[in-house]
């Protein structure tokens, strides 16, 4: 089993910065990715990037891109998001989650942290 533990969110201003962590447990060996989604009230469930563990190469959502940053440290099997310039439309529950396979599907979910941006 694995176990995903978010942190990092709070209350933000509109251009600020919040940085979120997610430290994995468990069967670690078997990480393939991470990534980060976030749920804004109201909608869906949203991808919103994801790193390989091997290698880190990364990929973002349109939305994000150029303010986000995913990273992650594989000797602490933590994965960080840096988020810059935030907007209120960034306010959400965001929710780490890993793969284990090189399918791109996701077998693990954190129990989210809420950020929230004010105007």
């Known amino acids: 089993q694995v176990q995903l533990v978010e942190s990092g969110g709070g209350l933000v201003q509109a251009g600020g910065s919040l940085r979120l962590s997610c430290a994995a447990s468990g069967r670690t060996f078997s990480i393939y990715r991470m990534g980060w989604f976030r749920q804004a009230p109201g909608k869906e469930r949203e991808f919103v990037a994801r790193i390989r563990w091997s290698g880190g190469s990364t990929y973002y959502v349109d939305s994000v891109k150029g303010r986000f940053t995913i990273s992650k440290d594989n000797a602490k099997n933590t994965v960080y998001l840096q988020m810059n310039s935030l907007k209120p439309e960034d306010t959400a529950v965001y929710y780490c989650?890993?793969?284990?396979?090189?399918?791109?599907?996701?077998?693990?979910w954190g129990q989210g942290t809420q950020v929230t941006v004010s105007s």
């Open positions: 989650a890993q793969s284990i396979s090189t399918r791109l599907t996701w077998d693990y």
